[in-house]
T-cell receptor, first 115, second 122 residues
Framework: KAGVTQTPRYLIKTRGQQVTLSCSPI?????VSWYQQTPGQGLQFLFE???????NKGNFPGRFSGRQFSNSRSEMNVSTLELGDSALYLC??????????????FGPGTRLTVT | AQKVTQAQTEISVVEKEDVTLDCVYE???????LFWYKQPPSGELVFLIR??????QNEISGRYSWNFQKSTSSFNFTITASQVVDSAVYFC???????????????????FGAGTQVVVTP
């Protein structure tokens, strides 16, 4: 079974631009979560989608948004990029929402560099 | 509020030595879940183990073993006879269960520790 895939793997953008990252979950998984990883803040939860609905959002500004499609694929968008948005963005998929009965599996991440 | 503390920033060992990674957690919930993930230089987080709060049975999987003790709020991880391929950052994570007010569960409470860098040299 194919794992979680994320595209692109690397991205360089300029301050003020916007960016869209894509995540394809493991086949059959309906929950997709996004995380931001930086050296200073570590791994932080961004948001979670389940059956095309955002179920939870972390403490991030409104410039960070996302969506999930009917095939469970998810995208996240960051508008008006700032230097501090440079990070590894990780996507994780799970069979169901929440850890009650199942674990989540992570993709390889998208390394975003903002200059 | 929940919190995960991995006090060890980096551990360096020589191949074949054992290494134990500490994880201490805080939560007010009686039902919660604990996890360990490995992040090699490639960046992908690899799931290692999951534990429910009501299951304190320790586990061994090959060279990996986990010691869960609710009395000390710890969920420590040991690599026996370390190998160079074990070099990675290891994360402990905690997620509280859905509250009575929530109709369904969510990964929104999933919280990682700061991670411990393990360096295994030949």
């Amino acid at each position: 079974k194919a794992g979680v895939t994320q595209t692109p793997r690397y991205l360089i953008k300029t301050r003020g631009q916007q960016v869209t990252l894509s995540c394809s979950p493991i086949s059959g998984h309906r929950s997709v979560s996004w995380y931001q990883q930086t050296p200073g803040q570590g791994l932080q939860f961004l948001f979670e989608y389940f059956s095309e609905t955002q179920r939870n959002k972390g403490n991030f500004p409104g410039r960070f948004s996302g969506r999930q499609f009917s095939n469970s694929r998810s995208e996240m968008n960051v508008s008006t990029l700032e230097l501090g948005d440079s990070a590894l963005y990780l996507c994780a998929s799970s069979l169901v929402a929440g850890p009650g009965t199942y674990e989540q599996y992570f993709g390889p991440g998208t390394r975003l560099t903002v200059t | 509020a929940q919190k995960v503390t991995q006090a060890q920033t980096e551990i360096s060992v020589v191949e074949k030595e054992d290494v134990t990674l500490d994880c201490v957690y805080e939560t007010r919930d009686t039902t919660y879940y604990l996890f360990w993930y490995k992040q090699p230089p490639s960046g992908e987080l690899v799931f290692l183990i999951r534990r429910n709060s009501f299951d304190e049975q320790n586990e061994i999987s090959g060279r990996y073993s986990w010691n869960f003790q609710k009395s000390t709020s710890s969920f420590n991880f040991t690599i026996t006879a370390s190998q160079v391929v074990d070099s990675a950052v290891y994360f402990c994570a905690l997620s509280e269960a859905a509250s009575l007010m929530e109709t369904t569960d969510s990964w929104g409470k999933f919280q990682f520790g700061a991670g411990t860098q393990v360096v295994v040299t030949p």
